[in-house]
């Protein structure tokens, strides 16, 4: 298969990046690892059709690309509720206290019908068979007469230009390059932050909200754990009923059931046994997920090297470009940031 483009990655930015092509009539394929679209935004739904995201979920008025897009897509966004009494754990030995949060705190939103409506209605402008699903690249192969080839394990792409949207340091652990990349490329992957990697994302449907019926907000804090944050997760129509939240990256050690158990216990001192009424348990550990993380057994800080400036830059004679959030001088590390990696990116292939 021969295109002017290979995109390895149908998450935000590889689709995005695929509709922008595809508008200027620009040939192209994605080629996905995973047997779905998405990437890091993942919208899981409970037997009962509770949509509850375990990727990426919110975003506020600074992210002005995000919105302009979802806009012009006529996508739709509602507030996320932070109404009624939240609770704040600072000492295992003490009650939670009851606080509000101020009403002129600045607002998140969420998308309705879920983050994956976004993903979803970009993949169903494009046509399915430029879209290459369970296809993990292994190699990557440039010569000034053959141009780019991307090879996994069934297929072989090729193309004048490679465009990867995956993180960082997993397309530098996970992918063969022939030529090799310029060392300070290869190091600088290696201690570039992927976004996600160390979060835990648990989420419990009900079939009624009862901590609107308390008066609560269903926002919970904590310095003690596991869970840290957890919020009000029902559906812009309010008629599917969720808390998610985040669980501590420590207890990634321990089995789903023990976590769950943690987590219950947990939030049973905090709403009392109303609680144990959860119609499903849903959780991801992203840092378990192969085509996300590579487990390089080293500390990066948060947003490490996100946005640096070697990754501005093209490769392979200006052929092959590193894209995605991480890259984003701007909000990297947020849907923000892959959203203007597009657009730095289609500059460049323009």
């Known amino acids: 298969m021969k295109t002017e483009v290979t995109i390895i990655g149908a998450g935000l930015t590889g689709l995005l990046l695929a509709y922008r092509l595809q508008q200027h009539g620009i040939s192209f394929t994605v080629v996905e690892a995973r047997d779905r679209i998405g990437g890091r935004i993942h919208t899981t739904y409970t037997p009962d059709h509770t949509p509850i995201e375990m990727g990426a979920t919110w975003l506020g008025t600074q992210h002005t690309t995000l919105f302009k897009l979802l806009k012009e897509l006529k996508i739709p966004v509602f507030e996320q509720s932070m109404r009624g009494i939240t609770l704040f754990e600072s000492l295992s030995t003490s009650p939670p206290q009851r606080i509000q949060i101020p009403e002129n705190q600045p607002s998140s939103y969420r998308i309705q019908g879920g983050t994956s409506t976004l993903t979803h209605q970009l993949a169903n402008t494009i046509p399915a068979n430029h879209i290459a699903l369970g296809c993990k690249v292994n190699e990557i192969s440039y010569d000034k007469i053959n141009g780019c080839i991307v090879k996994t394990e069934n297929q072989q792409f090729t193309s004048n230009k490679v ?90 050690f321990d089995t789903t059931k023990e976590r769950q158990t943690k987590v219950l216990n947990q939030l049973q001192k905090m709403f009392g046994n109303d609680i144990l009424s959860y119609t499903a348990y849903h959780e991801t550990l992203w840092r378990n997920e192969a085509f996300t993380t590579f487990d390089a057994n080293q500390f990066i800080f948060p947003h490490q090297n996100n946005g640096n400036p070697a990754y501005q830059n093209g490769l392979y004679d200006n052929n092959f470009y590193i894209a995605g959030s991480e890259t984003s001088p701007q909000f990297g590390g947020y849907m923000e940031g892959a959203v203007r990696s597009v657009q730095n990116i289609l500059q460049q292939l323009l």
Not at 204 to 211: A, M, R
């Open 163 to 252: 465009v990867s949207t995956i993180p960082p340091m997993l397309l530098m652990n996970t992918v063969k390059f022939n030529p090799n990349l310029p060392k300070n490329i290869t190091t600088l992957a290696n201690q570039t932050h992927t976004w996600m990697r160390d979060s835990i994302k648990v989420g419990l449907s009900f079939s009624k909200s009862f901590w609107k019926e308390h008066h609560y907000s269903g926002a919970v804090f904590s310095n003690v754990g596991p869970v840290t944050e957890l919020y009000d997760h029902s559906n812009y129509e309010n008629n599917k009923y969720a808390l998610k939240g985040f669980v501590k990256n420590e207890i990634h």
